[in-house]
T-cell receptor, first 111, second 114 residues
């Protein structure tokens, strides 16, 4: 069965600092991996996705993620965090319109 | 192009009642998936419909059901509501059935069961 682990429930960073959110997955075949962001009272917005090819993928809002098959990881990064990035971030794996999500990481940005 | 819309946005029900939630996908999208989001269980897949047929189903009791209409609009129904059904119900639409398709999420329906 597929699963996703986001080991960090909460992360606090200062505005302008770099960010890395961790994600580990378990999937029987070639994984389709996603990062979503959810702001309070909102639905989920796709930041980026990985299907194949280049293991470093670029997304919206200056985010990027690196797929590492040997570590079963798909960590999300941003070189300089903005206060507006405060939200909850979800890593997901799946396909066929059925996603398995991690438990999410709540990001707080200190000014 | 309008996004995914869900109605109602907020709903309060009592235990034992039933509820129907509605989702209108992005125009041209034929697949609709439903998810339940709770603080304890996180985001969990309920079911997915494509061209009026249920393609995938998550691990939820039979009290949770859904359907899709010919215009791709979808409804989900929860019968005999329990306190634990209080959650944010999210619907997502995609243009097809390929694993590559991005899912676009609606804002959700917040269901509170008293």
């Amino acid at each position: 069965a597929q699963s996703v682990t986001q080991p960090d429930i909460h992360i606090t960073v200062s505005e302008g600092a770099s960010l890395e959110l961790r994600c580990n997955y378990s999937y029987g075949a070639t994984p389709y991996l996603f990062w979503y962001v959810q702001s309070p009272g909102q639905g989920l917005q796709l930041l980026l996705k990985y299907f194949s090819g280049d293991t470093l993928v670029q997304g919206i809002k200056g985010f990027e993620a690196e797929f590492k098959r040997s570590q079963s990881s798909f960590n999300l990064r941003k070189p300089s965090v903005h206060w507006s990035d405060a939200a909850e971030y979800f890593c997901a794996v799946g396909g066929g319109n059925k996603l398995t999500f991690g438990t999410g990481t709540q990001l707080k940005v200190e000014l | 192009k309008a996004g995914v819309t869900q109605t109602p946005r907020y709903l309060i029900k009592t235990r034992g009642q039933q509820v129907t939630l509605s989702c209108s996908p992005i125009s041209g999208h034929r697949s609709v998936s439903w998810y339940q989001q709770t603080p304890g269980q996180g985001l969990q897949f309920l079911f997915e419909y494509f061209s009026e047929t249920q393609r995938n189903k998550g691990n939820f009791p039979g009290r949770f059901s859904g359907r899709q209409f010919s215009n791709s609009r979808s409804e989900m129904n929860v019968s005999t509501l329990e306190l634990g059904d209080s959650a944010l119900y999210l619907c997502a639409s995609t243009s097809g059935t390929s694993d590559y398709n991005e899912q676009f999420f609606g804002p959700g329906t917040r269901l509170t069961v008293l």
